[in-house]
Every structure is written in structure tokens, then in C-alpha cells.
């Protein structure tokens, strides 16, 4: 299989640099005239994916909205995920899982294993374990040509507290992430199969040197659109480093539906408005 950074790098040049979720919140499936139950899931899903799958590089279904079904939502998301691969999306599965190692490889059998029916394109994956901890993802990813986006700034206020610590070897949290995903992409080209998830709301640190964001692998840029992160954002971030940024809304565009054009329309906007990035 050819490499998850090689695939991902060919979408955004084909498709453009905006990643969609599909997160069913119970108050979008009521806005779209549906119940808050596993029937109005899939309406409101499989909708989503025959709207957008098409014309999208990526769409990241957030795991915790079809898990709150239970076997019966989680149906629901092997079903999205299997419809929006053969429509040509990439799957980029919203799970931030992280284990110890051997629950970890577990977790990779079940979302990076193209034998698994929840077999998607990459995940999100939480380094709060230690990184070593995240190992079977990576080895597993890289048998699959499979790809893991590693939660460094998020896009949530609290996130920093944590995310800028210091650590014993002096260096920030999201610095040691950045780097380790600098060391596993080391070599990859166009684009390594690492990323890291980057926050579209993200502040400067109040103190200490800017973030290193050019570790050669895609940015995750989630928080774009509800959250408040714009275009102008992206540009403040991430600067010269932004041509492998891949900012991700979803409740701005999911509002839109049931209407498919409608939801349709604001994609191509927002692919003409982040053609400016760098
Ligand atoms: O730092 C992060 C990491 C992940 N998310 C997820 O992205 C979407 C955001 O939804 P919006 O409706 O566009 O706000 C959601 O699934 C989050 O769990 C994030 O927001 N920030």
C-alpha cells in the first residue's frame, strides 16, 4: 500500500486542504429534523458522506458520537467509513486512543489492520502514555501504509497547561512530540505518514521560543470553523509551514445539512478560501 503521507499529499493537491468531521451531535441530528437515535445516526451520516466524500480530501467521523449508540452506532461507523473510502475520501478516525504498548497494538488491529471492519486511513492517537507507548501504531501504520496524527496542541484552552509543561529533559510536551514525529518521518517524501494535531485557535506561548512545526508530516488543524479559527489563524500559525496543513471543521458545515448542496457549497468556499495558505 503506498504510504498514508504519499496518499494524503496527492488528495489535498487533488481535493484541496479541508478536512470535514462527522460528529452527529444529538442537537445537529435534531436541527436536521431527525431523533437522537441510531436510525436518525445513519440518516444523518451516510447523508453526510454521499454529500461530501466525493469532493473532500478527508472526513474525520469522530468515534465518541457513534460509540454512544453502542454495537449498534458502531455499526453505523464501519458503514461511514467503508462509504467514504469507496467515494474517495481518506478516513482520518477521531479516536484519540493511546495504551500501554500492548493495549496499543490491539487498538492498531482494529482501526490500521485492513482486515479489521473499522480499517481506516489514520487516527488520531493521544502521547499521554509516552511516546514509546504509541509504538505498535507506528509499526503497524507503516506495515499498512497507514497513518497516526499525534495530539501536540489541541485545540482547547485547557489543553496548554499540559501541552506547554516543561518536561525533565527542558524541553515543552508538544516540543518532544514535534520532534518525535520529526524522527519518524525523517526521509518520507512528498510527505511523511506522521502528523500532528495543531489547534486552529492556538495562542503564541507565553513564554519560550515559537513551536517547530515543519517535522515533515501533515497538520490536523481541527477547531477551524465553531471554534472560531479562520483562515487569518492558519496564516498566524503556521506561516511558511502551511502547505501541509489540513484544517478540519465540522458543526460549520454540518449545520448546513440535510441539504446536501447547501453542505456542498461551503466545502468548495472553504477550499477557495484556504487555497491562500502558503
Ligand atoms: O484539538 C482538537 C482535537 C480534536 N478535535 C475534534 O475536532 C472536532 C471539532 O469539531 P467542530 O464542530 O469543528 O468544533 C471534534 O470532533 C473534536 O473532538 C478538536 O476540536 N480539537
Redesign the pocket.
Known amino acids: 500500500m503506498t504510504p498514508f503521507g504519499t496518499r494524503l499529499h496527492a488528495a489535498m493537491a487533488e481535493r484541496g486542504r479541508l478536512c470535514v468531521?462527522v460528529?452527529p451531535?444529538a442537537a445537529l441530528l435534531r436541527e436536521w429534523g431527525l431523533d437522537d437515535d441510531v436510525a436518525g445516526l445513519e440518516r444523518f451520516a451516510l447523508t453526510t458522506v454521499e454529500a461530501l466524500a466525493p469532493i473532500c480530501a478527508v472526513l474525520?467521523p469522530?468515534s465518541?458520537?457513534f460509540e454512544r449508540f453502542g454495537s449498534r452506532g458502531v455499526a453505523v461507523l464501519e458503514r461511514v467509513v467503508l462509504e467514504a473510502r469507496a467515494a474517495g475520501a481518506l478516513v482520518l478516525l477521531?479516536i484519540?486512543r493511546g495504551d500501554i504498548g500492548s493495549t496499543s497494538q490491539a487498538y492498531a488491529d482494529a482501526y490500521l489492520d485492513p482486515a479489521s471492519p473499522l480499517a481506516c486511513d489514520a487516527v488520531?492517537l493521544s502521547p499521554y502514555l509516552g511516546l514509546g507507548s504509541l509504538d505498535p501504531f507506528v509499526e503497524t501504520a507503516r506495515r499498512h501504509g497507514a497513518g497516526v496524527f499525534l495530539?501536540a496542541?489541541?485545540?482547547?484552552k485547557e489543553?496548554a497547561e499540559v501541552q506547554h509543561a516543561v518536561g525533565a529533559d527542558g524541553l515543552r510536551v508538544a516540543d518532544r512530540v514535534l520532534a518525535h514525529l520529526s524522527a519518524l518521518n525523517e526521509g518520507a517524501e512528498p510527505l511523511g505518514s506522521f502528523g500532528a494535531?495543531?489547534?486552529a485557535t492556538i495562542s503564541a506561548p507565553v513564554t519560550g521560543p515559537a513551536f517547530d512545526l515543519d517535522f515533515g508530516g501533515p497538520v490536523?488543524a481541527?477547531?477551524?470553523?465553531?471554534?472560531g479559527g479562520t483562515v487569518a489563524d492558519l496564516q498566524r500559525i503556521f506561516g511558511s509551514s502551511s502547505a501541509h496543513v489540513l484544517a478540519?471543521?465540522?458543526?460549520?458545515?454540518?449545520r448546513l445539512g440535510p441539504d446536501p448542496v447547501a453542505m456542498a457549497e461551503a466545502v468548495h468556499g472553504l477550499h477557495d478560501q484556504l487555497a491562500v495558505l502558503a
Open positions: 468531521g460528529d451531535h474525520k469522530q465518541a458520537f477521531d484519540k488520531t495530539l496542541l489541541t485545540s482547547n489543553g494535531v495543531v489547534g490536523l481541527p477547531g477551524f470553523g465553531a471554534q478540519s471543521s465540522s458543526r460549520d458545515v454540518l
